[in-house]
C-alpha cells in the first residue's frame, strides 16, 4: 500500500485565488511528521510547511496552511492568495520514528497558476 | 551561505565507470541523507546517516555507498555505473532533536549514464 498519496497530478489555478492540495498517508506509527515540499522548475527542493502527529493546531506559514484531519490520515495544503511563481511540483512527505526518520515522499502535485 | 551543497551540479559519464557525489552541510545537523528522483519526478530515500548509524533502504543496489569523513560530508559513492542510475540526486540533512526534524535539501546533481 501506497504510504503517502497524492491523488492530483497536476492542477490549475487562477492567480489570487486559494488552492488546495490533497495528501492522504498511511502509517500505524503513533509518531509521525507531514512535510510538503515545492519544486520550482530550477529542481531544488524548498520546504514549506511541517505538521507533527500529535500536534493539535493546523500549521501555517504565510500563505501556506496544513489542514490536518488525523482520523482521515490527511494533510492537504492550503496555499492563499496563488501567485504565479508558486508553479511548481509539490510534494507531501512523512517522517515516521519507527522507519528512522527518513522521509517517505507522494508522487508529487503539478501546480500551474495562471494569471 | 549555501545550508546544503553538492557537486557536481551535472555529471555525464559512460556505463561501468565509477562515480562519487559530494555533499556538504554547515547547518550543524547530525543526520544526512541521500535522495533519488526518477524521470517521473518520483523520490525515494536512499540511506540516512549520523555518526551512529547507517540506514540503507533494502531496495538500493549494493553499487551505492555512502562515505562520511565528518559529520558535515556525506558523499555518495557508485560504483559500475548502469543506465538505470540516470537520475537527480538529492543530498539532505536535519537535526535529531525533539520537534519536527525538518530535513533540508541540496540543490540536486543532475547524473546521466550513457
Known amino acids: 500500500a501506497q504510504k503517502i498519496t497524492q491523488t492530483q497530478p497536476g492542477m490549475f489555478v487562477q492567480e489570487k485565488e486559494a488552492v488546495t492540495l490533497d495528501c492522504t498517508y498511511d502509517?500505524?506509527?503513533?509518531?509521525?511528521?507531514l512535510f510538503w515540499y515545492k519544486q520550482p522548475s530550477s529542481g531544488e527542493m524548498i520546504f514549506l510547511i511541517y505538521q507533527g502527529s500529535y500536534d493539535q493546531q493546523n500549521a501555517t506559514e504565510g500563505r501556506y496552511s496544513l489542514n490536518f484531519q488525523k482520523a482521515r490520515k490527511s494533510a492537504n495544503l492550503v496555499i492563499s492568495a496563488s501567485q504565479l511563481g508558486d508553479s511548481a511540483m509539490y510534494f507531501c512527505a512523512m517522517r515516521e520514528k519507527n522507519a528512522g526518520n527518513m522521509l517517505t515522499f507522494g508522487g508529487g502535485t503539478r501546480l500551474m497558476v495562471k494569471p | 551561505d549555501t545550508a546544503v551543497s553538492q557537486t557536481p551540479k551535472y555529471l555525464v559519464t559512460q556505463m561501468g565507470n565509477d562515480k562519487s557525489i559530494k555533499c556538504e552541510q554547515n547547518l550543524g545537523h547530525d543526520t544526512m541523507y541521500w535522495y533519488k528522483q526518477d524521470s517521473k519526478k518520483f523520490l525515494k530515500i536512499m540511506f540516512s546517516y549520523n555518526n551512529k548509524e547507517l540506514i540503507i533502504n533494502e531496495t538500493v543496489p549494493n553499487r551505492f555507498s555512502p562515505k562520511s569523513p565528518d559529520k558535515a560530508h556525506l558523499n555518495l559513492h557508485i560504483n559500475s555505473l548502469e543506465l538505470g542510475d540516470s537520475a537527480v540526486y538529492f543530498c539532505a540533512s536535519s537535526q535529531r532533536t525533539s520537534g519536527g526534524e525538518t530535513q533540508y535539501f541540496g540543490p540536486g546533481t543532475r547524473l546521466l549514464v550513457l
Open positions: 502509517t500505524s506509527d503513533p509518531s509521525y511528521g
